[in-house]
Structure formats: C-alpha cells, structure tokens
C-alpha cells in the first residue's frame, strides 16, 4: 500500500521562508507531485520532482530524496496569499491513481 | 471547456435518496479521476479511468458507490441509498497521460453533497 504524512499545520510570517515535509511509503514509485488549495477552492499544481534534487519555480521550490523517501516544498518570500492547504502526493505503481496526503495547513501572519 | 467542469456544484439530499455527479473533463484529456474530500481533510481516492482501459475502482468505499465514463469524456458519479458519512466535497480531475511521469491532474470546482 502507500501512505504519506505530512505536517498538520505550519505558521510562519510574511516574508519568512517556510518548508513542508512529506515522507512516503510506497510499493512503486513514480514522482512527489505537490497541490495547493485554498479554501473552498480546487487543488492546483506546484510542482513535481521525479528524481532527486531541488526544483524551483518562481517562489516556489520542491525537493526530493529517494532513498530518504522524503521530500518538501519551501516556500520563500512568503505572502498573505500562500495561507492555503498543501497536499503532497504519489502515483501508484504501474498506473494513474494517485495517493495525496493529508495536508499541510499554512497560516501566513502579517 | 477551459477546465473541467462539475454539476451540480451543491447538492442537499435526504438520506436514503440517490444521487449522480457529473464530471466534464477538459478536452483531450485521457484520465480521469474522483477523489472523497470530508472537512478539513484530505483527498481521498475513490475511482480513476484512463482511455478504454477498466476503471480502477479500488478506491470506492461501498457497493453503493459506482461511475462511468460514456464516450471517453464525461463521467457521473452515482451514490445509492445515500448516507449521512457521505456527505463531503466530491471532486473530479483529468489529465492528459503520456509517457512523462508527471501526470498533471487538473481539478474542478466540486460538488458539495450534504445528506440530511
């Protein structure tokens, strides 16, 4: 099966940087997607690691480590904006369906 | 359309009745997904399709719960004998597959299901 755990809540102030976790467990592995949602709204895409490394977008960065089953989204230069829900998530092996996390809820202070 | 498109976007239901979900993926798009989301929570996976291929159904919680996808584009999701538990946000997303990995799924706005 796959499971993956990411903190429930992280609060930090405009203008910091702040990073989520996400350690996965999984029989197949197919890449760390991340989501966004605000309240009420739908999930959108961030970003999406398939091998080990740092992808940045914008403000916006992911990381990935396979052999730690680990990754994270930091998110710089923070604004009111980014208070929102961020899901991590995994393909199953060998097709589309995909596991999300829990969430990270992130509450952004002025 | 732009996006995929749900309806309806509230659906209030007494318990006991049935209810269908409706799910327009955008245009091309090969897979498609619905996922469970309960307040506060996570998204759960309940069914995916993907081309002609069999649905993946692994994830629907009950034999009251079925979908389909006619033509290859629109699905409807149907709940049976609705009870309380299920009342949440239903959403659907698609996405184009190919031979990348990342898989983007795009989401619509969802159905709110209240079961009274």
């Known amino acids: 099966g796959q499971s993956l755990e990411q903190p429930s809540e992280v609060t930090a102030v405009e203008g910091a940087i702040v990073q989520i976790n996400c350690t996965y467990q999984?029989?197949?592995?197919?890449?760390l997607s991340w989501y966004q949602q605000h309240d009420g709204g739908a999930p959108t895409f961030l970003s999406y690691?398939?091998?080990?490394g740092l992808e940045e977008t914008g403000r916006f960065s992911s990381f990935l480590s396979r052999s730690d089953s680990y990754g994270y989204l930091l998110l710089q230069e923070l604004q009111m904006k980014d208070s929102a829900s961020y899901f991590c998530?995994?393909?199953?092996?060998?097709?589309?369906?995909?596991?999300f996390g829990a969430g990270t809820r992130l509450f952004v202070k002025a | 359309g732009a996006g995929v498109s749900q309806s309806p976007s509230n659906k209030v239901t007494e318990k006991g009745k049935d209810v269908e979900l409706r799910c327009d993926p955008i245009s091309g798009h090969t897979a498609l997904y619905w996922y469970r989301q309960s307040l506060g929570q996570g998204l759960e996976f309940l069914i995916y399709?993907?081309?002609?291929?069999?649905?993946?159904k692994s994830g629907l919680p009950s034999d009251r719960f079925s979908a389909e996808r006619t033509g290859g584009s629109v699905s409807t999701l149907t709940i049976q004998r609705t009870q309380q538990e299920d009342s949440a946000v239903y959403l659907c997303?698609?996405?184009?597959?190919?031979?990348?990995?990342?898989?983007?799924?795009?989401f619509g706005a969802g159905t709110r299901l209240s079961v009274l």
């Open positions: 399709f993907q081309g002609n291929s069999a649905p993946d």
């Open positions: 997303a698609s996405s184009l597959t190919t031979a990348s990995a990342k898989n983007i799924q795009y």
């Open positions: 690691n398939g091998l080990d």
């Open positions: 998530a995994v393909r199953d092996q060998g097709g589309f369906k995909t596991i």
């Open positions: 999984t029989s197949g592995f197919y890449g």
